[in-house]
T-cell receptor, first 113, second 113 residues
Framework: AQSVTQLGSHVSVSEGALVLLRCNYS??????LFWYVQYPNQGLQLLLK??????LVKGINGFEAEFKKSETSFHLTKPSAHMSDAAEYFC???????????FGAGTRLAVHP | DTAVSQTPKYLVTQMGNDKSIKCEQN?????MYWYKQDSKKFLKIMFS???????INETVPNRFSPKSPDKAHLNLHINSLELGDSAVYFC????????????FGPGTRLTVL
């Protein structure tokens, strides 16, 4: 069965510091991997996704993620945090052939001055 | 124009009542979904429809009945509401492939008293 584990339910960084949000997945088939962001009282917005091809994926707002098959990981990074990055971040896997997303538990990112 | 819209945004009701949440997408997508986000922010797929046909039902109680009058609309009707149904319900849509991005609505916060 497919699953997603996000390490750290809360991450706090200083403005300008590196953001690293961890995601590990379990999938019996080649996965499609997604990162979504949820701002307070809003829906989810896609940050980036990996389907095939280049394993380093760039997304919106300066975020990027690297698919590492050997480590079953898809960690999200941003070189320099901004106050506006404070939100809930969800990693998700879409098992090939099924139209659904399986989400991790989410990581709340706080950015302090 | 809002891509995926839901009404109402907030719904407060008593236990035992029946309520509906409406969802519409103007993206021309073939597939629509309902997700439930609980109080701990955990997101779980409930249903998936492709071209008005149910393709995924994730062991949701029979009290929940999705209805898709056309491929741009997917409504969720809930009978005999229980306290545990309190959550945020998100509608989403995508093209048909598992790698395709799902676009989420703003959510409906249901509170059952």
């Amino acid at each position: 069965a497919q699953s997603v584990t996000q390490l750290g339910s809360h991450v706090s960084v200083s403005e300008g510091a590196l953001v690293l949000l961890r995601c590990n997945y379990s999938s019996s088939v080649p996965p499609y991997l997604f990162w979504y962001v949820q701002y307070p009282n809003q829906g989810l917005q896609l940050l980036l996704k990996y389907t095939t091809g280049a394993t380093l994926v760039k997304g919106i707002n300066g975020f990027e993620a690297e698919f590492k098959k050997s480590e079953t990981s898809f960690h999200l990074t941003k070189p320099s945090a901004h106050m506006s990055d404070a939100a809930e971040y969800f990693c998700a896997v879409s098992p090939g052939g099924y139209n659904k997303l399986i989400f991790g538990a989410g990581t709340r990112l706080a950015v302090h001055p | 124009d809002t891509a995926v819209s839901q009404t109402p945004k907030y719904l407060v009701t008593q236990m035992g009542n029946d309520k509906s949440i409406k969802c519409e997408q103007n993206l021309g997508h073939d597939t629509m979904y309902w997700y439930k986000q609980d109080s701990k922010k955990f997101l779980k797929i409930m249903f998936s429809y492709n071209n008005k046909e149910l393709i995924i039902n994730e062991t949701v109680p029979n009290r929940f009945s999705p209805k898709s009058p056309d491929k741009a609309h997917l409504n969720l009707h809930i009978n005999s509401l229980e306290l545990g149904d309190s959550a945020v319900y998100f509608c989403a849509s995508s093209q048909v492939g598992a790698a395709d991005t799902q676009y989420f609505g703003p959510g409906t916060r249901l509170t059952v008293l």
